[in-house]
């Protein structure tokens, strides 16, 4: 009996162990399972965020392909307006170097003026003095005229003269009335140059 109580009490220790090992067995197992439950809820709570972050890139994508379009378009604008600006330029550069032609046209153009410009001041200037040498040559015209007047009112009178001597001497000399009849052409020569003078 004693034996068998013995192996009871043995029995019945090695049971209260059991239940001890069990019972922290329990708690070990029900921390595990809570921490269990607890990352099953944060799994399904991370599986319910997912769809929503889903949907979240899914309109991210859609603006950045939007976006992307919308960049494309505006690059493709700044290739035309590129195109454009460069067709500008080119036509810039035309113009500039047309004005600056003219403008080099318009200086040699100027050049010249002024080369002419020089020569009618020296060709006025020349005009002047001739016009101013005209009435000093219009003067001396006239004294050289009024002498030439006298002059020929003195040969006249020495002409008349010496046909009064001519028709006295006439037998003697005749070969005289030659020389006089030369000398009267001459007279009318010289009266006609004093005419065109």
């Given amino acids: ?30 921390s595990k399972i ?6 099953l809820s944060t799994l399904v709570t991370f599986i319910r965020f997912l769809p929503s972050m889903d949907s979240l890139m899914y309109s991210k994508i859609s603006l950045t392909s939007k976006s992307l379009f919308t960049l494309v378009t505006f690059i493709r604008f700044l290739c035309r307006v590129n ?9 810039l550069s035309k113009i500039l170097s047309t004005l ?15 080369i002419k410009m020089c020569l009618l001041s020296k060709s006025f200037s020349t005009l002047v003095t001739f016009i101013r040498f005209l009435p ?17 009112s003195t040969l006249v009178r020495f002409i008349r003269l010496l046909s009064s001597v001519d028709s006295l001497l006439y037998p003697k000399c005749y070969p005289f009335s030659k020389t006089l009849s ?12 004093d005419f065109l003078m």
């Fill in 1 to 30: 009996m004693f034996s068998k109580i013995s192996l009871v009490s043995k029995s019945f220790s090695t049971l209260g162990t059991s239940i001890r090992f069990l019972s922290s067995v329990d708690s070990l197992m029900f």
């Fill in 34 to 39: 809570s921490l269990y439950s607890k990352s």
């Fill in 83 to 91: 195109s454009l600006m460069y067709i500008k330029m080119c036509r």
């Fill in 100 to 114: 600056i032609t003219f403008i080099r046209f318009l200086s040699r153009v100027d050049s010249l003026m002024f």
């Fill in 136 to 152: 000093s040559t219009a003067s001396l015209m006239y004294n050289k005229n009024s002498l030439i007047s006298k002059s020929l």
């Fill in 182 to 193: 030369t000398l009267v052409i001459f007279i009318r020569f010289l009266a006609s140059v």
